[in-house]
Structure formats: structure tokens, C-alpha cells
């Protein structure tokens, strides 16, 4: 009897290791502090999914829907770098980003718009109510479900979106880095190897007057 508990356990345990891997593939497609913050209050405001009464569930309510809109409104955000080196975030509009300062180098226009925003929109929404889904609390505290139904959504669901949404971003690639969406490591060396550039540059500069005296 111990021994079949101790078997169910471990392969529950297995699924769930399983679908965090493939969840965290997903959150990637998320704004981190969003992602964070919904996980860390979800426990607390569902009452570890003990919601008997109204005062758990509007908060857990809000939550879940304020996280949404924000998955939602952080798709439409990008950044640049501009004259003065520093990183400025803004909303793209049909025009360009805004709001945004004056920069020489670089075409604010190109920042506007486009259709393949509102896909990753709609997916950023998707993506995040699979997350909502997939926990316990928040599933618990507005329609409780059986264990059997509980272990089909966390084999099933990751990999379907996460099939879905690879297949749309490859058609739609995402080149945004709006609020909440960290560089990736590609850019993050190719801005080091441009402030070593320049750095070279400056220093090359600097000796080659007293290489002619």
C-alpha cells in the first residue's frame, strides 16, 4: 500500500517537474515582474486556495485580471538607446514610440505599430492563463477540480501552447524589448563589444598624437 502511494507520488511529482520545464519556456514570452508578482500574492490572496468567502475571492480576481492586462499592455512597449546612452521605454503608437526624446541616431518611426503586436498580444494572454491555470491555488479557490483533471492539464496544456505559440512566434518574431522583457544575452554581447569598440577607438585616438611627436 506504501509502496503504490510512494509510486503515485513520484510520478505525480515527475509530471510536474516536467510541466515546470516546459512552463518556463512559456514564461519567456512573459513580462518577468509580472510573472513574479502574480506568483508571490496568488498564495496570499486565494488563501492558499481556500476561497470560502467573497473577501478572498475579489482579490484573487483582480489579481489574475490586472496581471492579464499587464502581459497585454507590456507587448505593446518597446525601448532604445538614445544620444545621452541610456536606455528609454516608451508605447508604440502608429507614428513611432512614445513618448520619446529627440535622438539623431536613432529612426523613432520605425518603432511604430504593427500587426504582429497584437498577435503577440493575444498570445501573451494566452500564455499567461495557462500559468493561471496551472496553479493551484488560484484554480482551487474559483473551480475546484479533481486530481485526474488537475494531472490532464498539466500534461496537456504546456506543450499544445506551447507548440502554438513557437509556430506563431516563428512566423512573427518578436523584436521588442518592452517593460519587463530583459535583453537577450545576443544583444547584451553585442553592446559590450560596441563600448569595447568605441573604448579602442577612443584609446587609438589618444595615442596616436604622441606616436607622430
Not at 541610456?86 to 541616431?105: D, Q, R, V
Not at 496551472?134 to 492539464?153: G, H, M, R, W
Request: aromatic content about 12%; hydrophobic content about 35%; proline content about 5%.
Amino acid at each position: 500500500m506504501d509502496a503504490s502511494k510512494s509510486t503515485e507520488s513520484s510520478g505525480q511529482k515527475t509530471i510536474k517537474d516536467q510541466t515546470l520545464s516546459g512552463l518556463g519556456n512559456l514564461v519567456r514570452l512573459l513580462p518577468t515582474g509580472t510573472v513574479f508578482t502574480y506568483q508571490f500574492l496568488s498564495p496570499t490572496l486565494s488563501n492558499y486556495g481556500n476561497c470560502n468567502t467573497f473577501k478572498y475571492k475579489f482579490p484573487t480576481s483582480i489579481l489574475v485580471g490586472l496581471s492579464g492586462l499587464a502581459c497585454f499592455f507590456s507587448t505593446f512597449t518597446d525601448s532604445y538607446v538614445g544620444d545621452d546612452k541610456k536606455n528609454h521605454y516608451g508605447i508604440a503608437t502608429l507614428k513611432g514610440i512614445w513618448p520619446s526624446a529627440e535622438s539623431k541616431s536613432v529612426d523613432l518611426s520605425a518603432y511604430k505599430l504593427r500587426f504582429a503586436d497584437f498577435v503577440h498580444a493575444f498570445f501573451a494572454v494566452a500564455v499567461f492563463g495557462v500559468v493561471v491555470l496551472l496553479d493551484q491555488n488560484t484554480v482551487e479557490c474559483f473551480y475546484p477540480v479533481s486530481a485526474s483533471t488537475e494531472k490532464t492539464l498539466l500534461k496537456v496544456l504546456p506543450p499544445v501552447v506551447g507548440a502554438v505559440s513557437s509556430v506563431v512566434f516563428m512566423a512573427f518574431p518578436n523584436k521588442r524589448h518592452g517593460i519587463g522583457y530583459p535583453k537577450s544575452s545576443t544583444e547584451s554581447s553585442t553592446d559590450s563589444k560596441s563600448s569595447t569598440t568605441s573604448t579602442t577607438t577612443g584609446t587609438t585616438g589618444a595615442v596616436s598624437p604622441t606616436t607622430e611627436v
